[in-house]
């Protein structure tokens, strides 16, 4: 893949540019409408193919209090995205495309839990909790975990579309949907690597519980963020476990451990334990100058194709005061937390992963068979030649720059 160079931490490709510049032409000549970021009118447009039976498949498997609180969070984030978010006709496009899919998805998921009840009763193995701030090394310890046959781990084409459907179909449509964001985000890809079919994060199943992590990692909206971090989050975590053992039941894999990451998880770590309190977790450290670099580098990155008037100041400024609220509520969460923790150092991992690794295990009381190890050493050489090396470039030259 040809990657240009990223000049800026706010460089945005000529095709987003020319996106953006004719869904605006093709709007003000009124070739196309205005996608309606109306909390309203988007409800009524994903309810229409269920008819009479749209309120089972908005309520099925879930509390009242659950329901009520992702109207109420759709609400608040529609509000924060037209008042703060400064979006461009591209994203407007993209808020209105994924809050659309959330809609849908959130649907799809009530209809199969009300005619098939006892997928929310599967059993689920302790899992094995990833803990730490984005650009942390989580990934390089998730995929690390993930390796091991004796684990389960979540994929992106399940994590994206965790509705259950034919494996093919899911797969293609994930091709699609990256084939689609590297084209109008090429960096996309050096940042955080992603195949359909490969390991991933579930930070898209608290993103369908509307948790915050994912919008405020691209639109700047911190209304919605002061809300969602002050509103209790177990209405997130409790549809996140739901979606896990949907998962598991689909794919018959609920009796291995799941390694699960997502680095919101630090946030609502007390909540996240409440749903999984035989868990095993893994916490990452890195220095806090330079998970802070590396996470505005990413959040300029995804800002700057949906918005035309990002501020750089105001992304570290507000990731700064992110990444110590979420240092602030893990102790917190870990000071009152008696079971099984490894800790990982990112400088430690880049000298000797496989002793680190080694550690953790023993920490956590897990055995580490030499096939697990045969995995993890295929995975480490594959990364090796991945994109997200030029990451690290990119931020090198940031720097030489200022």
Request: glycine letters at 4%; proline letters at 5%; charged letters at 25%.
């Amino acid at each position: 893949m040809n990657v240009p160079l990223r000049s800026h931490p706010l460089a945005r490709s000529r095709l987003a540019t020319r996106a953006n510049d004719w869904l605006s032409h093709a709007w003000t000549k009124g070739w196309l409408p205005a996608p309606p970021l109306d909390a309203d009118a988007m409800w009524t447009l994903a309810t229409k193919p269920y008819g009479q039976y749209a309120i089972e498949a908005e309520i099925g498997g879930r509390r009242p209090s659950d329901v009520r609180d992702f109207r109420a969070r759709l609400e608040r984030l529609i509000q924060s995205v037209d008042e703060e978010a400064d979006l461009n006709s591209l994203g407007r496009t993209m808020a209105y495309g994924q809050l659309m899919r959330v809609i849908r998805n959130r649907l799809q998921l009530g209809a199969l839990w009300t005619a098939r009840p006892e997928i929310l009763a599967t059993p689920l193995a302790a899992p094995i909790i990833v803990i730490g701030h984005m650009r942390s090394g989580t990934t390089r310890i998730h995929k690390l975990l993930a390796a091991d046959p004796a684990h389960s781990h979540t994929r992106y084409c399940d994590a994206y579309h965790p509705v259950p459907g034919r494996f093919a179909l899911k797969r293609f449509r994930s091709k699609l949907d990256l084939a689609m964001l590297s084209a109008l985000n090429p960096w996309l890809q050096t940042i955080h690597p992603m195949a359909a079919s490969e390991v991933e994060e579930e930070l898209a199943w608290l993103a369908a519980a509307l948790n915050h992590s994912i919008y405020e990692s691209q639109w700047r909206v911190p209304g919605f963020s002061a809300f969602s971090e002050a509103r209790h989050a177990g209405p997130v975590y409790r549809e996140f476990t739901r979606i896990l053992r949907t998962d598991a039941a689909h794919r018959s894999n609920g009796a291995r451990p799941r390694v699960l990451k997502v680095p919101a998880f630090s946030e609502d770590l007390a909540v996240l334990l409440e749903q999984f309190p035989d868990a095993r977790i893994i916490v990452a450290e890195r220095e806090t100058a330079a998970v802070l670099r590396s996470a505005v580098s990413l959040v300029a990155n995804q800002m700057a194709v949906q918005s035309d008037t990002c501020d750089l100041t105001w992304i570290e400024g507000e990731w700064r005061r992110k990444l110590a609220l979420r240092d602030a509520r893990m102790q917190r969460a870990l000071s009152g937390w008696t079971g099984p923790v490894a800790r990982l150092s990112f400088d430690a991992l880049n000298a000797d992963w496989e002793s680190e690794i080694r550690r953790a295990y023993r920490d956590l009381a897990m055995p580490l068979t030499l096939r697990a190890l045969d995995a993890m050493r295929t995975a480490m050489a594959e990364s090796h030649t991945g994109h997200h090396r030029a990451h690290s470039e990119q931020l090198a030259r940031f720097a030489a720059e200022t």
